[in-house]
């Protein structure tokens, strides 16, 4: 069963532009979302998170915006560098599940050419 | 900057041999993890450890897993009889406080033959 969903397994973006990194969710429990960056032969690194009761929060370039009733959420990375190609992980969790409770999506491959 | 290190990066096994995947959390959290992603699917988690027990585990972490604090800095995972299905990417995490921004290490790929 896929409860996050990230349906673009590859995402190709020019540097300097904004990359869009999409990611679904099936659990109405959910209720705080992160997302995750790993590069090859690296463990996952967290990057950014939101909480159910916010619908937007920032972090110098990076921006994730949860719409909760459509059950989506986004990473928008603006502008885009070379540095930011990796595999970028969506997951969620619900209150007091802590790590434990944390459902990952299969991650999406953010190649950003020069 | 303090990081979660894993041994071996690679192992190699045949079915049916027991192999231990080792892990030294980051020395002041308390909270340690395995996941593991079978390649093209997602990251899942096995099983949560805290105060030097079990504190929550999967549905994949069955009797043939098993977990373990032997001294003050490492945290291994034992697969006792491994199945080709067993075929991974291991990561370890640690976290402080038991929140989701876990600290992972760098991962044992597993390759069960």
């Known amino acids: 069963d896929q409860q996050v969903k990230q349906n673009s397994p590859s995402l190709s973006v020019q540097e300097g532009r904004i990359s869009i990194l999409n990611c679904d969710y099936t659990n109405s429990m959910f209720d705080y979302f992160l997302w995750y960056k790993k590069y090859p032969a690296e463990g996952p690194t967290f990057l950014i998170s939101i909480s159910s009761i916010k619908d937007k929060n920032e972090d110098g370039r990076f921006t994730v915006f949860l719409n909760k009733s459509a059950k989506h959420l986004s990473l928008h990375i603006v502008p885009s560098q070379p540095g930011d190609s990796a595999v970028y992980f969506c997951?969620?969790?619900?209150?007091?599940?802590?790590?434990?409770?944390?459902?990952f999506g299969k991650g999406t491959h953010l190649i950003i050419q020069p | 900057e303090p990081e979660v290190t894993q041994t071996p990066s690679h192992q190699v096994t045949q079915m049916g041999q027991e192999v231990i995947l080792r892990c030294v959390p980051i020395s002041n959290h308390l909270y340690f993890y395995w996941y593991r992603q079978i390649l093209g699917q997602k990251v899942e988690f096995l099983v949560s450890f805290y105060n030097n027990e079990i504190s929550e585990k999967s549905e994949i972490f069955d009797d043939q897993f098993s977990v373990e604090r032997p001294d003050g800095s490492n945290f291994t995972l034992k697969i006792r009889s491994t199945k080709l299905e067993d075929s991974a990417m291991y990561f370890c995490a640690s976290t402080p406080w038991g929140d989701e921004k876990l600290f992972f290490g760098s991962g044992t790929q597993l390759s069960v033959l």
């Open positions: 997951a969620a969790s619900y209150s007091g599940g802590g790590a434990d409770g944390l459902t």
